[in-house]
């Protein structure tokens, strides 16, 4: 059997732009996407603990140490600057690989700066 499962998120980063006119994702520091185990392309879900907003689109690369998440697209018109956000990645595993398996969890402080947890 296999079970769709959290991969990694990034906790509570606070979205720094929203920029409607760019044609779709969600811009991310580079660190960030490291630490979280996101490639750039790859497809998240996105939920805004402001106003309940969630939307799936895909992650590219920002400026690095820049703590930029930036919302493209017609998703922008789902947040606002300041709001506080999860981003979040899942991934397919088998019973037998959930064994030991932990998802990678970044929280950031109010500059999207990675903060020990």
């Not at 690369?61 to 899942?90: P, W, Y």
Request: net charge negative.
């Amino acid at each position: 059997m296999q079970r769709e499962m959290l991969k990694s998120k990034i906790h509570r980063a606070v979205i720094t732009d929203a920029n409607l006119n760019y044609a779709g994702s969600i811009t991310i520091d580079p660190v960030l996407m490291r630490l979280a185990d996101l490639r750039e392309y790859e497809k998240v879900q996105v939920v805004d603990l402001n106003n309940g907003a969630r939307f799936e689109t895909y992650c590219i690369r920002g400026k690095a140490e820049s703590g930029e998440i930036c919302v493209n697209g017609a998703a922008a018109r789902l947040v606002h600057v300041g709001d506080l956000a999860i981003v979040m990645s899942f991934t397919w595993l088998s019973d037998t690989e959930l064994e030991g398996f932990s998802p990678r969890k970044v929280q950031v402080d109010a500059k999207n700066q990675p903060i020990d947890s």
